[in-house]
């Protein structure tokens, strides 16, 4: 599954737009409480601990993307777009949202 955030992929036609697909990852507030009490993984001013949560939800959420482009009969995804958000501002969730289009690509 070629994923992009590009609209269109160079050398290739769209035979077919096959909808708007998404996926999402929340990380639940017991990954913020653990950052925070190690505070000896914080250098330079950045959380590699932190980061990696970041990353791990991230790919989370491309895998459920392109999922669910592969159950529509997808080869791409174009047009993605990640989104960060605090849920549940007293909870201090984040969810990561990746939305694109999915669509047929000419061999």
Sequence with gaps: MLLTTTPTVEGKNIESYLGIVS???I??????????????DIVGGRSTAYENELRKAKELAL???????????ANAVVGI????????????????TAAGTAVKLSD
Excluded: C, P
């Design 27 to 40: 990380m639940g507030a017991n990954v913020f409480k653990d950052l925070f009490a190690n505070i000896r």
């Design 81 to 96: 777009d990640l989104d960060y958000e605090t849920v549940g501002v007293h909870n201090g969730m984040l969810m990561v």
């Design 63 to 73: 895998s459920e993307l392109s999922q669910n482009a592969s159950l529509l009969g």
């Design 23 to 25: 996926g999402e990852a």
